[in-house]
């Protein structure tokens, strides 16, 4: 099956920085999504994107399908950014594997 | 905005007890999935269901797991007889997945099981 690998797999920043997240997939996909699981434990979809760059706020996210990557951009960070990201890539068409996550910490 | 809902969002139970988990997927979703997170972990695909059969299931949905969809809202995981191992968030989630839609994956707030 398809592997996902995250990293880094931990992340603290002080507010207002920059951050990028990476996720790695060894096989083509067709689904992609990034999550954010909120200290309630609440999977949160900030990026349905199996391809190209979307950007929503202060968040961004490029896929490239291609060599098998996806990066997510959080800019100017917040507290309220602190939790776990997830990325997701469908395997077939009824089912995402999820990465182990990265765990952002975002500091007052 | 149309949302997955997820009843109860906490249930404990005894060991080898019988128990539900329910679920109202987004109502016109087609694909309905269950997936589970051992505490500190990261999720797991358990079943995938469509057109009112299994999909996919992973090699933890063993004979002690089933799904269901009683009706046309609710979708239903049941676990026979649970075992400590079985402590889990478990979220269950949708998709469209008809034509000219996309296969986006909505996930409900989860329900947290804690067997003892």
């Known amino acids: 099956g398809i592997q996902v690998e995250q990293s880094p797999p931990d992340l603290i920043l002080q507010e207002g920085a920059n951050s990028t997240l990476r996720c790695n997939f060894s096989?083509?996909?067709?689904?992609l999504q990034w999550f954010h699981q909120n200290p309630w434990g609440q999977l949160i979809n900030l990026f349905y994107?199996?391809?190209g760059t979307k950007q929503n706020g202060r968040l961004s996210a490029t896929t490239v399908a291609t060599e098998r990557y996806s990066l997510l951009y959080i800019s100017s960070s917040q507290t309220t950014d602190s939790g776990v990201y997830f990325c997701?890539?469908?395997?077939?068409?009824?089912?995402?594997?999820f990465g182990t996550g990265t765990r952002l910490k975002v500091l007052a | 905005e149309p949302e997955v809902t997820q009843t109860p969002s906490h249930q404990v139970t005894q060991m080898g007890q019988e128990v539900i988990l329910r679920c109202v997927p987004i109502?016109?979703?087609?694909?309905f999935y269950w997936y589970r997170q051992i505490l500190g972990q990261k999720v797991e695909f358990l079943v995938s269901?469509?057109?009112?059969?299994?999909?996919?299931k992973s090699e933890i949905f063993d004979d002690q797991f089933s799904v269901e969809r009683p009706d046309g809202s609710n979708f239903t995981l049941k676990i026979r007889s649970t075992k400590l191992e079985d402590s889990a968030m478990y979220f269950c989630?949708?998709?469209?997945?008809?034509?000219?839609?996309?296969?986006?994956?909505?996930f409900g707030p989860g329900t947290r099981l804690t067997v003892t």
């Open positions: 997701a890539v469908g395997e077939g068409t009824y089912k995402y594997i």
């Open positions: 269901f469509y057109n009112n059969e299994i999909s996919e």
């Open positions: 109502s016109n979703h087609l694909y």
């Open positions: 096989d083509s996909v067709n689904n």
């Open positions: 994107i199996p391809s």
């Open positions: 989630a949708s998709s469209g997945g008809g034509w000219g839609s996309s296969y986006e994956q909505y």
